[in-house]
Each structure stands twice: as C-alpha cells, then as structure tokens.
C-alpha cells in the first residue's frame, strides 16, 4: 500500500522540488536559505531545507514536510494533497513502487562564517548598548543573570534577497552544537527605542547549521542540571524564575532536536504552550530517554516570559 513514508523514499530530494513547482510553489521558495513564506507571506521567516521528504522551516508556520507544504499553499487537506503527489507522479493507489536509487551525498558540516566571527569578536556587553537594555527591561528581563553569555551591538546589517536594509542596534547569541563548538550566531534586530524591528523578520540565524547536532544559544553556565527552552528570552526568564541555568534552541525543530553534554545528568524542558512547543517537549523527551532524567514545564499561559511578566506586574502592584 502506498503511503507517505513510500513517497518520501520514490521522490527524495530533488523529487520533491519537482512536485512542489508543479503545485505553483515558485522555485525562489524552495532553496535553503531565509526568505519569503509561501504559505503565509512572512517577509524573511521560511527556508526550504529539503532533507529528502521536501521539508521546511516557517517561525510562523513552523516545520513540515512536502505534503503539509501543499496542504497550506495550495489550502488542501492531507488526503488531497496525497492525491494531488500521486497524480503528478503518475502513480495509482494500488501501485506497488520503488525508492528511486541514488548516490550517498558526503556529509557537509557548516562552519561559523567570516561574518559571524567578526560580529561576535566586535560585539559589546549588553548593558554597553541603550537600545538592547531598553528591550530587555521591556521583557521584565533586565538586569540579565550573572554569567549570562549574551552579547549585543550597537549596529549590525540586516539582509534581505541579498540587498542591504539597514543597519540596527541588536542583541548576539552564539549558537554552539553539542560539543560547545561555535556554529553561527543568532541576531535579534532592534530599533534604536529598544523595540524589535517591524514589517522584518526581527530574528536570524546568520548561517546553516549543516552536520551540527543539539545546537542551541547555551546562555549561561551550565552544571549538572541545565534547562532548554524555544527562545532566549524564554530561556532567560526560566532562570529568573528557577534559578536552573537554561539555554535556547531557538525554535522549536531545534527543541526536538537538542543534544545534551557528557557532564549533564538532568535536563529540565521549559515547554511553549502551543502544538509546536509541546509536541517538540515531547519527542525531545522520548529522544532522551534512558540517557538523562528529564522534567517537562509547562506554563499556564503561552510562555515562560509571560509568566515572568505577570509575576512582576503583580510585585508592583503591591508595592503601591
């Protein structure tokens, strides 16, 4: 019987970019980099990874595979968007098929680019630059835990379809893989106020994370016991409110994917409180089992930043 798995296996990658032009999707869309969403418009939010099942990245639509890719561009269901695969490919239900042969690719392992040195070797404390304290104060996050590894500039480029937009005040986090190697830096682009950038993709990470595992923004010292969150200012607010060292993956594909080191012996998951949030908690849960003791947090409301907030607006209310 025909199903998604025996598709994914018949087409592969470059399989997929076929179906996905035939469905209207335009081939600017499906290249790995950051750009447009096909599916919900976003400016600078989506990238066509494609790891052999037409996979991609949304911070908005979150992650799929071909399949939910059709399904939001072309507004269809999961049994349309399966028949609307078959069709293109001239396969019929009862055929019996077979994964098309290919040649094993050599693994590519991305390093750090000269960019992403440069930025974070000219970075700056983040009390040394207005703009990312006035956010972080508007997050109820300032001052930052002592020990934080969160860097900030005072002016950094922003690029969009390879043209220059501006240049931004920004907060820096660099992004290491499970062996704490450096792999890219992750910005969040802010305006001179200290609010996130508008009508642009405030956050980017500035180059691929290709053959790294369990990256992740690991922002403050970690012990035996370290806590992983979706983003940083998420990660910082579960160690303003618990006191257990956490860091950020980021999104979360990156969540379900995390890696811990040799030395950790409890990871504490602090859950978004969303499908995409939990549904990574839990398979970053079963990813870890009988290798270290988890605990899985999840907030009464949509994140542990609004928690924070809430907390601290009721600490001055009674201060009146």
């Known amino acids: 019987m025909i199903d998604a798995v025996s598709i994914h296996a018949r087409l592969g990658s470059d399989g997929w970019i076929r179906v996905l032009m035939k469905c209207g999707i335009a081939q600017e869309f499906l290249k790995d980099k950051h ?32 399949f939910k890719l059709i399904m939001g561009f072309c507004r269809l269901t999961f049994k349309d968007a399966f028949h609307r695969v078959l069709e293109i490919e001239g396969i019929t239900p009862s055929q019996k098929i077979e994964p098309v042969k290919r040649e094993p690719r050599a693994l590519e392992i991305a390093e750090p680019t000269r960019r992403v040195k440069m930025l ?25 835990p002592e020990g934080h590894q969160l860097r900030a500039h005072p002016s950094v480029e922003y690029w969009h379809e390879r043209q220059s937009i501006g240049r931004f005040p920004a907060l820096l986090a660099a992004v ?122 999840i907030p009464q409301v949509k994140d542990w930043n609004d928690v924070l907030a809430m907390q601290e607006c009721e600490k001055r209310e009674k201060a009146k």
Request: proline share 4%; net charge negative; hydrophobic share 40%.
């Open 176 to 297: 290491r893989n499970g062996d704490s190697e450096l792999v890219t830096a992750h910005v969040t682009y802010l305006t001179s106020e200290g609010a996130k950038i508008q009508n642009l993709e405030p956050r980017k990470m500035l180059s691929a994370l290709t053959g790294h595992c369990g990256c992740a923004a690991q922002l403050m010292p970690a012990n035996d016991i370290v806590g992983i969150a979706e983003g940083i200012e998420t990660a910082f607010s579960a160690t303003k409110l618990t006191g257990i060292p956490t860091w950020a993956a980021l999104n979360a594909t990156l969540l379900a994917k995390f890696e811990i080191g040799p030395d950790i012996t409890k990871l504490v998951i602090f859950a978004d409180r969303d499908v995409a949030g939990l549904e990574a908690a839990l398979m970053l849960t079963q990813k870890m089992q009988d290798k270290v003791t988890t605990e899985t947090r």
């Open 120 to 144: 974070l070797k000219e970075s700056c404390l983040v009390e040394n630059c207005d703009a990312a304290v006035e956010y972080l104060a508007s997050r109820s996050l300032w001052p930052l």
């Open 35 to 66: 750009g447009p969403c096909p599916i919900c418009g976003g400016k600078d939010r989506f990238r066509f990874d494609n790891r052999g099942k037409g996979t991609f990245i949304c911070n908005q639509c979150r992650a799929g595979d071909g």
